[in-house]
């Protein structure tokens, strides 16, 4: 398995972006980008990264189409965290309920959602700055009150206090559960219980063959 995983480079900007500033100078239909704290990160997949979270939206988009769910997954999106002008994610993958979109402000505009309950599932792949995905994002998509969030970590690259010892390829699907995240790991072939796509069938097994 090859030890290769996306990387991040911080942009040099002549001072800090708001959130509206970020999104104004977004470059249309070129590359992936982040705001932490008013600084921009430009995302940086490796070929292998997208291939994994390229599986696992198939995966998710055949189930939504094989039910009739009124969900979307867009290519890209801005993910606003609560009580933050100066932060901004795009989730490797988000599940959206359309019928959410009209509370959404910033959405035919920007691409931006504002509302947790606007998002089903969010997909995140672990790139080498894995606390970013474990610490960060996980907090504040508890925060934000979004039903499932996935760790995809087809390397093992997380803590040990996440994934634990030895570290070895893990899928942690977070699901809320009165009003904060409880943790179940996945490895081998166990299938993955998601609430939202309950009648998935999909293994930690099938997604890590695709990052080999």
Not at 23 to 50: A, C, K, S
Not at 96 to 117: C, F, Q
Not at 173 to 198: A, C, D, N
Request: aromatic share 10%; glycine share 8%; charged share 25%.
């Amino acid at each position: 398995m090859s030890q290769v995983t996306s990387k991040r480079q911080i942009l040099s900007t002549p001072k800090a972006f708001t959130l509206e500033e970020f999104l104004d100078w977004y470059p249309d239909g070129y590359g992936r980008f982040e705001l932490h704290g008013g600084t921009v990160i430009e995302m940086q997949p490796t070929g292998t990264h997208e291939q994994v979270a390229g599986e696992i939206a198939a995966e998710l988009t055949l189930e939504i189409r094989r039910l009739k769910l009124s969900y979307l997954i867009p290519r890209q999106c801005i993910l606003k965290p609560i009580n933050s002008e100066n932060t901004g994610y795009s989730p490797d993958i988000a599940v959206i309920d359309k019928n959410a979109l009209t509370e959404e402000p910033l959405w035919k505009k920007r691409s931006t959602l504002t509302r947790g309950k606007s998002l089903k599932l969010v997909v995140e792949v672990v790139s080498t700055n894995w606390q970013d995905d474990y610490s960060v994002k996980l907090g504040e998509y508890e925060k934000l009150g979004i039903a499932e969030y996935w760790i995809i970590d087809y390397l093992g690259l997380g803590g040990r206090r996440y994934i634990g010892n030895p570290k070895q390829p893990t899928i942690s699907v977070y699901q809320m559960l009165e009003g904060e995240y409880m943790v179940k790991l996945y490895r081998g072939s166990e299938r993955i219980e998601s609430l939202i796509f309950p009648e998935l069938n999909l293994t930690a097994e099938n997604i890590f063959q695709v990052g080999q």
